[in-house]
């Protein structure tokens, strides 16, 4: 699994006072859940949010997200970004924000 572990560790900072965060290996990554929902992640070469559809346009206005891809397949409602994004820490705090909105608004899992 290639991922950055200082970029992983920007979002565990930033979320260290959110109740009902945990951590998940998965898509060749390290994906950050809120009870038990995707909420964001970090993989090679940057990282994505679970910003839901609703959000997803104010998302991609952020400048390093773009639409995320899966097996080849557009993933409505999540967006990717870079590495240079998730450095920045006003567009991670605003992406990071519009994720945890959508994830709050989902049944625990």
């Known amino acids: 699994m290639a991922f950055d572990d200082g970029l992983a560790e920007l979002i565990r900072t930033d979320l260290m006072d959110e109740p009902g965060i945990s951590e998940k290996k998965m898509f060749g ?4 859940l809120h009870r038990g ?16 559809k609703p959000r997803e346009a104010v998302a991609m206005a952020v400048e390093g ?4 891809t899966f097996t080849g397949r557009r993933m409505g ?6 590495d240079d994004c998730l ?8 992406l990071l924000a519009l994720a945890l ?5 989902l049944p625990p899992k």
């Open 87 to 94: 450095v920045d820490d006003t567009r991670r705090a605003a």
């Open 29 to 32: 990554g390290l994906c950050f």
């Open 77 to 82: 409602g999540f967006v990717d970004v870079t």
């Open 37 to 52: 929902n995707m909420l964001c992640g970090v993989h090679a070469g940057g990282g994505m949010f679970r910003v839901g």
């Open 65 to 68: 997200a773009g639409p995320m």
């Open 101 to 105: 909105e959508n994830a709050r608004a």
